[in-house]
């Protein structure tokens, strides 16, 4: 498909330089998932592809922590692209809340194709890869690896979650191992597992090294 493509060249383009692990192969795999996902749960596949493929497009070295930014750029593309209304205002509403926002902050509610993308998004998050991502965003954000005297915390709010000062392996207890707890489809629930047990075994070993 003609838009699909499209979107796919600007979406590669605009990411290609990205060291923070919101990379194209990041956005590649999050979009073949998605696809993976809603073959199983159903969804209408033109807003899964189309929010799959822009969930990133904000710049994030420039934008982190503003969640208006991402709807914001997905709007000015999909209507450039002439999209339905309709879809593009799902596709963009999808943008604004699938992020992760803190541990005991409450989340949107989202259609299926939202929790679909969404789903897709974490488990790029767990698992090898997400450790290698944790490590690379750790690296470009100037934060440390670890050190024991900073305590994972519990955030409470979005303003909370993006501000505190944290170490990567702390964002292992502050996100990623909750992650396979909130998977919103069953399939997605099974994908993470496997992800899960691969998050433990590598922070045991990282800590007994360190120690
Ligand atoms: P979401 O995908 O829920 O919007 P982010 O975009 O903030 O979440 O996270 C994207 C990637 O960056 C994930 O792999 C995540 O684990 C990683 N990341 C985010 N914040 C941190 C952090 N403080 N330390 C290490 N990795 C992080
Ligand atoms: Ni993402």
Same mark, same amino acid.
């Given at each position: 498909?003609?838009?699909?493509?499209?979107?796919?060249?600007?979406?590669?383009?605009?990411?290609?330089?990205?060291?923070?692990?919101?990379?194209?192969?990041?956005?590649?795999?999050?979009?073949?998932?998605?696809?993976?996902?809603?073959?199983?749960?159903?969804?209408?596949?033109?807003?899964?592809?189309?929010?799959?493929?822009?969930?990133?497009?904000?710049?994030?070295?420039?934008?982190?922590?503003?969640?208006?930014?991402?709807?914001?750029?997905?709007?000015?593309?999909?209507?450039?692209?002439?999209?339905?209304?309709?879809?593009?205002?799902?596709?963009?509403?999808?943008?604004?809340?699938?992020?992760?926002?803190?541990?005991?902050?409450?989340?949107?509610?989202?259609?299926?194709?939202?929790?679909?993308?969404?789903?897709?998004?974490?488990?790029?998050?767990?698992?090898?890869?997400?450790?290698?991502?944790?490590?690379?965003?750790?690296?470009?954000?100037?934060?440390?690896?670890?050190?024991?005297?900073?305590?994972?915390?519990?955030?409470?709010?979005? @303003?909370?979650?993006?501000?505190?000062?944290?170490?990567?392996?702390?964002?292992?207890?502050?996100?990623?191992?909750?992650?396979?707890?909130?998977?919103?489809?069953?399939?997605?629930?099974?994908?993470?597992?496997?992800?899960?047990?691969?998050? @433990?075994?590598?922070?045991?070993?990282?800590?007994?090294?360190?120690?």
């Amino acid at each position: 498909m003609i838009l699909i493509d499209r979107t796919k060249t600007y979406v590669k383009q605009t990411l290609e330089k990205d060291s923070s692990g919101h990379d194209w192969p990041h956005v590649r795999r999050v979009h073949h998932h998605a696809l993976m996902i809603a073959q199983e749960e159903g969804g209408d596949l033109l807003v899964i592809e189309l929010a799959a493929l822009l969930h990133d497009i904000a710049d994030w070295k420039f934008h982190r922590g503003d969640d208006s930014v991402g709807p914001h750029v997905a709007r000015e593309w999909l209507q450039k692209m002439d999209v339905a209304p309709d879809v593009t205002e799902h596709v963009c509403s999808i943008i604004a809340s699938m992020s992760f926002k803190g541990a005991k902050t409450i989340s949107a509610k989202l259609t299926l194709e939202g929790q679909i993308v969404q789903d897709a998004d974490r488990l790029d998050a767990i698992g090898a890869i997400g450790i290698a991502r944790a490590f690379a965003y750790g690296g470009f954000s100037g934060q440390p690896m670890h050190d024991e005297k900073l305590l994972p915390k519990s955030h409470q709010s979005f @303003e909370d979650y993006k501000s505190s000062k944290t170490t990567t392996i702390n964002h292992f207890y502050e996100k990623l191992l909750l992650l396979k707890d909130r998977m919103n489809t069953a399939t997605a629930k099974q994908l993470a597992e496997d992800r899960h047990e691969f998050l @433990e075994v590598y922070l045991n070993r990282f800590l007994s090294e360190w120690s």
